[in-house]
Antibody, heavy 123, light 108 residues
């Protein structure tokens, strides 16, 4: 059974930083791209950032480019998201998601999701 | 950038058919994917590559369409289907992904 367990969320002031983690199990982590998707309160889903299976390729939404950095450690089956220069509008539940297409650079879609970790940016 | 447009809400009575559209603003259209999102739960993939259903997803969920508009159809809607539904696609390179704004399905 695939499991994705996010952690690292919390309350942070504007301009602050956080590091989110997602520990994966139940599949060969190094064979799949991984993605972060967020949902702000009362809003829809928003793609944030994707990373290829080997970590060489990374892609970001325009809204987070230059502030968020995705990375992964395949030896630890763990996905990360470094959030810097946080803004109030970054407040959201952040989901880790497994790419649906085997070894595609972004996975194209998301066939398994974690339960999310909440990031609140407020003074 | 790529945009996907969905109706904000759809309402149907139990047993009826619900149809949720997803319109893309550019061609060629990549495959479309659909997710069900219930409050307090993680999203669930219900349709991939326009019309394919993952294992475990009931047959009453189906996807169709081509060109710039695709449709999620839920036949014989049940109370448990009340949820938000999101379409998703990738750009031509597959490296930039976008979600539709979501459709709230209400079962009357």
């Amino acid at each position: 059974e695939v499991q994705l367990l996010e952690s690292g969320g919390g309350l942070v002031q504007p301009g602050g930083s956080l590091r989110l983690s997602c520990v994966a199990s139940g599949f060969i982590f190094s064979d799949y791209a991984m993605t972060w998707v967020r949902q702000a309160p009362g809003r829809g889903l928003e793609w944030v950032s994707s990373i290829s299976a080997n970590g060489d390729s990374k892609y970001n939404a325009d809204s987070v480019t230059g502030r968020f950095t995705i990375s992964r450690d395949n030896s630890k089956n763990t996905l990360y998201l470094q959030l810097n220069s946080l803004r109030v509008e970054d407040t959201a539940l952040y989901y880790c998601a497994k790419g649906g297409q085997f070894r595609h650079t972004t996975g194209r879609y998301f066939d398994q999701w974690g339960q999310g970790t909440l990031v609140t940016v407020s003074s | 950038s790529h945009e996907l447009t969905q109706p904000p809400s759809v309402s149907v009575s139990p047993g009826q058919t619900a149809r949720i559209t997803c319109s893309a603003d550019v061609l060629p259209k990549q495959y479309t994917y659909w997710y069900q999102k219930k409050p307090g739960q993680a999203p669930v993939l219900i349709i991939y590559k326009d019309d394919k259903r993952p294992s475990g997803i009931p047959e009453r969920f189906s996807g169709s369409g081509s060109g710039t508009t695709v449709t999620l159809t839920i036949s014989g809607v049940q109370a448990e289907d009340e949820a938000d539904y999101f379409c998703q696609a990738a750009d031509i390179t597959g490296t930039y992904m976008v979600f539709g704004g979501g459709t709230k399905l209400t079962v009357l």
